[in-house]
């Protein structure tokens, strides 16, 4: 098993939206994980790539697929998208 890759300091003008190809479930499903399972998954909100080792509240970390800053954990995408 790899150990999460440590990520820069988030950046503050990051912008939070439904990245590409997912659903408001998938994130759902993605942050059930993270808090009852053993998955430390992000997703780019650019590209819509998933990350391995991105911590739940995540934001802001660089996409390892198209560089952006924007890749966020499951807790921050479900509270900016307004997800219950």
């Known amino acids: 098993m790899s150990t999460p890759t440590p990520q820069p300091e988030p950046q503050p003008e990051t912008t939070i939206s439904m990245p590409p190809g997912w659903t408001i479930e ?24 998933t990350q391995y080792g991105v911590e739940p509240d995540a934001e802001g970390y660089k996409c390892e697929d198209c560089g952006a800053m924007a890749v966020c954990g499951p807790h921050t995408l479900m509270f900016s998208l307004g997800g219950e």
């Open 26 to 49: 998938e994130i759902e499903e993605m942050l059930r994980e993270s808090m009852f399972g053993t998955d430390l998954d992000g997703v780019c909100c650019s590209c819509g790539n």
